[in-house]
């Protein structure tokens, strides 16, 4: 009875131990196994931000690309609007310049060639020509001196100090009386007397005169007329200046002396004002 109760307690103890082991390495086992899936977990959620990472950095990227074109096409519409602005204000400006004047610089055909241009003379800005003056040397009692017609024109300017223009200073003759457009109005277009080379004056000669006498018309329809020469036959007028004449250059031929045919004035065109010409008149 006693060995019995020894033997069952030695099986107990057995038993006792293998049910202690069998649940220690299922214990073992399953944490093993939840380690395993963790890792395996881990490692997937690892791979998983680490494609995110990348993506997202390549989204970086792309949008910081992205930023850049638009910078770059914003540039680009800042210069056309720019550009654009541009040409619109040139189209204003020449729209408006076309309004002011016909013609830049307005001429006659009958002029002639003796002589050389020289410089443009112009009008103070914001003012224009509003009358004119000229000298003549009218015809001699002797018949072998020689004539030489209008030899100096003088054009007033409407400027507070009331400029003068003038070609270059001519021979001799007489100054004719001052010819202006009443207040208010101003000169736009001229034509001119002239005798061509070659053709017989008045005397039955062949003395060249040029420029014999020259008129203007106002903006109000008023004609100017000054006393001059009466040899060779009137031109047609020049086209306008719609806003006035600002400038005038002269073709002049020089004293050559007694052996050469003089004849000063030969030729004269006029410069039409321009909107900077009249940005006092605008203000």
């Known amino acids: 009875m006693a060995r019995f109760g020894s033997t069952l307690s030695v099986g107990m103890l057995i ?51 992205k930023d850049k074109q638009y910078e770059l096409l914003a540039a680009k519409v800042a210069q056309l609007e720019l550009s654009l602005q541009n040409e619109q204000a040139s189209l204003v400006s020449n729209t408006k310049a076309a309004t002011i004047h016909t013609e830049e610089v307005i001429t006659v055909t009958n002029g ?53 223009i003038s070609s270059p200073v001519g021979f001799l003759g007489d100054w004719q009386p001052i010819r202006e457009c009443v207040a208010g109005s101003y000169m736009k277009s001229f034509r001119m007397r002239v005798s061509p080379a070659g053709q017989l004056s008045d005397r039955n000669t062949t003395d060249n005169t040029a420029i014999n006498n020259i008129r203007f018309t106002c903006s109000n329809g008023r004609e100017l007329r000054s006393e001059g020469n009466t040899g060779g036959t009137w031109g047609d007028y020049s086209a306008e200046c719609l806003d006035g004449i600002c400038g005038m250059e002269t073709r002049f031929r020089p004293d050559g002396g007694l052996l050469v045919d003089n004849t000063a004035l030969n030729d004269v065109r006029f410069t039409c004002c321009t909107p900077d010409d009249l940005e006092l008149f605008t203000e």
């Open 15 to 65: 038993l006792t131990v293998f049910t202690c082991s069998t649940s220690t390495q299922t214990v073992d086992e399953r944490l093993q196994q939840f380690t395993t899936s963790f890792m395996q977990f881990k490692r997937v959620v690892e791979t998983k931000v680490t494609r995110l990472e990348s993506k997202n950095t390549q989204l970086e990227a792309l949008i910081e690309q």
């Open 112 to 164: 002639e060639k003796d002589g050389r241009w020289g410089r443009l003379e112009s009008c103070p800005t914001g003012s224009r020509a509003v009358g004119y003056q000229t000298q003549n040397k009218f015809e001699a009692l002797f018949e072998d001196v020689d004539e030489t017609g209008l030899n100096m024109l003088v054009i007033f300017c409407d400027d507070p100090l009331q400029t003068k």
